[in-house]
């Protein structure tokens, strides 16, 4: 076993709603609107890794919960994977301004 496990790519099945989703991801943790993301989640008493509960408060966009809803399992896992990596990039310092939305408790 010399070679490293690679992740299979999985194939979107609704590439315009699954891209539309995901924009709202990268909008949100894109270095101008990183603090502002956070700021609200932390207003709305949110934990950044409760995924659906951000969703569905409308943190990512009025419209992702139901562009979310329409994808299939799949694509679901994929977002919602896509979001979890998303926010362990967040800047140190933004992490330690928001330390609460981090933190496990």
Do not use: C, W
């Amino acid at each position: 076993m010399s070679s490293m496990y690679q992740q299979p790519v999985l194939q979107v099945e609704d590439p315009q709603t699954f891209n539309a989703v995901k924009s709202a991801i990268e909008a949100s943790f894109s270095a101008g609107h990183v603090a502002e993301f956070l700021q609200s989640l932390e207003r709305s008493k949110l934990r950044i890794r409760d995924f659906e509960d951000v969703l569905r408060k409308g943190n990512l966009g009025v419209n992702a919960a139901a562009e979310y809803k329409r994808l299939g399992n799949a694509d679901q896992g994929q977002i919602r994977e896509l979001y979890l990596a998303s926010l362990e990039h967040v800047a140190p310092e933004l992490r330690a301004k928001f330390f609460k939305l981090y933190a496990y408790y």
